[in-house]
């Protein structure tokens, strides 16, 4: 008998006017709670930093096999960082959507210092310009990058 009800139930909700309107709104609802789930998921939207020097040097190793950063320059905000190693090759590292991306750089041009902030372009547009803000160190990265592309590959 229960069975019975259930289905004349949903045969007069089908039956209504409103009733495709309904299915509609409930499966966008549906579709919406699922994306959600989806970017939650992939972690898309999310606030990433760095969390330490330890996974800026971890980063440089991933960027570039071998890549051993013996000095770390964090962003005060944690949103980016530069990482040089003993032969003078210095990486850019920076916040990439959820992710962090790095490029070596390889010339002191597009680089640019203000007080404790550096600007930093690459050749590659597809990576952008990025300004960290590296307190009192920021003047010494900037002497390091100025010699990129003079003598070599930098400072040692």
Not at 30 to 43: C, K, N, P, S, Y
Not at 53 to 72: H, K, M, N, P, T
Not at 121 to 135: A, C, M, Q, W
């Amino acid at each position: 008998m229960q069975v019975e009800t259930v289905k004349a139930a949903i045969a007069a909700a089908l039956a209504h006017p409103g009733a495709p309107l309904m299915a509609q709104a409930l499966l966008s609802l549906f579709a919406i709670v699922a994306l959600t789930a989806m970017a939650r998921g992939l972690a898309l939207g999310q606030d990433v930093r760095l969390e330490s020097e330890d996974e800026v040097r971890l980063l440089a190793e991933d960027a570039i096999c071998g890549f051993r950063a013996s000095a770390i320059g964090l962003d005060r905000a944690r949103i980016g960082a530069l990482a040089r190693n003993d032969q003078g090759r210095i990486l850019l590292i920076r916040r990439h959507g959820a992710r962090f991306a790095a490029r070596e750089l390889t010339t002191h041009e597009g680089i640019r210092l203000d007080r404790q902030f550096i600007t930093l372009s690459t050749p590659d547009r597809h990576f952008g310009t990025i300004t960290l803000d590296l307190g009192p160190q920021a003047q010494h990265w900037a002497a390091s990058l100025r010699d990129l592309g003079h003598h070599g590959r930098g400072r040692a």
